[in-house]
């Protein structure tokens, strides 16, 4: 089970930390993704982690989205700062079928029982 949470309003210019808690599944052993549909937008990658603690950030992200991963808690986050208007958006966690790298990112597994139930963001100017 892949669980989100931390998503609410925010305003222009602060953090936000998002997180997705795994259960049910070998946490050490699955590389885990995020994901972001804007409103009236496709899914995209936002970024992932490797089983190893290893992250990747899609490159129009980099200076401001943040992923990691916690093994003592099942959990890996995503940090965002300086929230922009054009983040409002779900974000979502996915288990990764590839190993996670720079190039491809995560590529989800198209089994919903891998993915968190997503959490909303909206970020007033």
């Known amino acids: 089970q892949f669980v989100n949470s931390g998503g609410g309003l925010k305003q222009s210019g602060e953090s936000l930390r998002l997180s997705c808690a795994v259960s049910g599944v070998g946490f050490d052993g699955v590389p885990i993704g995020w994901f972001r549909q804007v409103p009236g937008g496709v899914r995209e990658q936002v970024s992932c982690t490797t089983i190893g603690g290893a992250t990747y950030t899609a490159v129009s992200m980099k200076d401001r989205f943040t992923s990691s991963r916690d093994r003592t808690r099942s959990t890996v986050y995503l940090d965002i700062n300086n929230l922009k208007p054009e983040d409002t958006g779900e974000y979502t966690c996915?288990?990764?079928?590839?190993?996670?790298?720079?190039?491809?990112?995560?590529?989800?597994?198209?089994?919903?029982?891998?993915w968190g139930q997503g959490t909303q963001v909206t970020v007033s100017s």
């Open positions: 996915a288990a990764c079928l590839n190993l996670c790298d720079e190039k491809d990112l995560c590529f989800a597994s198209g089994a919903q029982a891998f």
